[in-house]
T-cell receptor, first 113, second 113 residues
Framework: DTAVSQTPKYLVTQMGNDKSIKCEQN?????MYWYKQDSKKFLKIMFSYNNKELIINETVPNRFSPKSPDKAHLNLHINSLELGDSAVYFC????????????FGPGTRLTVL | RKEVEQDPGPFNVPEGATVAFNCTYSNSASQSFFWYRQDCRKEPKLLMSVYSSGNEDGRFTAQLNRASQYISLLIRDSKLSDSATYLCVVTTPGSGGYNKLIFGAGTRLAVHP
């Protein structure tokens, strides 16, 4: 009965590789998000989708490409991974009009070697 | 200047102590205000919203001063289980009429016996 789930939980990979992180929510929410939390613990929004449509796209390198096959899923694909991409990536969801109450997934800890 | 600033702490307090956290935000267009809690290596979770009139939830009291762009959180009778990082969060208008959450870096609280 997990609300927001992410896979994998840990990801260790070499520089230059391409990797994907998957997110699914079973809350019936229309809006989903990707956040990055770096080593200094700042949590910053990267993308937001509302009912499969991109609505927020912060200044993120275009190596990062989100994909929403349906409103319950928001995946993040990262090309040509760099050392600076090492961070914890959190997926979240909320109801439309309730941006404040976001439910976060458990996070994916990405380490780029 | 960071959009949301918090004292990083850590605040080391004994059980039963009262502790207060402060937060300032820079964008006067910010509309909603919250405290989230993040346990070590876990996802952030909404603790409480913050209203201008002040609001209380058990041992937790939150206050907002819009004129000073200042938010506070008071925890009374601290418990060991209160040990966590407390994130000050504001919503600001994003593109297309969608708000986005801006997180502070968090204040770490450690409650000891």
């Amino acid at each position: 009965d997990t609300a927001v789930s992410q896979t994998p939980k840990y990801l260790v990979t070499q520089m230059g590789n391409d990797k994907s992180i998957k997110c699914e929510q079973n809350l019936g929410h229309d809006t989903m998000y990707w956040y990055k939390q770096d080593s200094k613990k700042f949590l910053k929004i990267m993308f937001s989708y509302n009912n499969k449509e991109l609505i927020i796209n912060e200044t993120v390198p275009n190596r990062f490409s989100p994909k929403s096959p349906d409103k319950a899923h928001l995946n993040l694909h990262i090309n040509s991974l760099e050392l600076g991409d090492s961070a914890v990536y959190f997926c979240a969801s909320s109801q439309v009009g309730h941006t404040d109450t976001q439910y976060f997934g458990p996070g994916t800890r990405l380490t780029v070697l | 200047r960071k959009e949301v600033e918090q004292d990083p702490g850590p605040f080391n307090v004994p059980e039963g102590a009262t502790v207060a956290f402060n937060c300032t935000y820079s964008n006067s267009a910010s509309q909603s205000f919250f405290w989230y809690r993040q346990d070590c290596r876990k996802e952030p979770k909404l603790l409480m919203s913050v209203y201008s009139s002040g609001n209380e939830d058990g041992r937790f009291t939150a206050q907002l001063n819009r004129a000073s762009q200042y938010i506070s959180l008071l925890i009374r009778d601290s418990k060991l289980s209160d040990s966590a990082t407390y994130l000050c969060v504001v919503t600001t208008p994003g593109s297309g009429g969608y708000n986005k959450l801006i997180f502070g870096a968090g204040t770490r609280l450690a409650v000891h016996p």
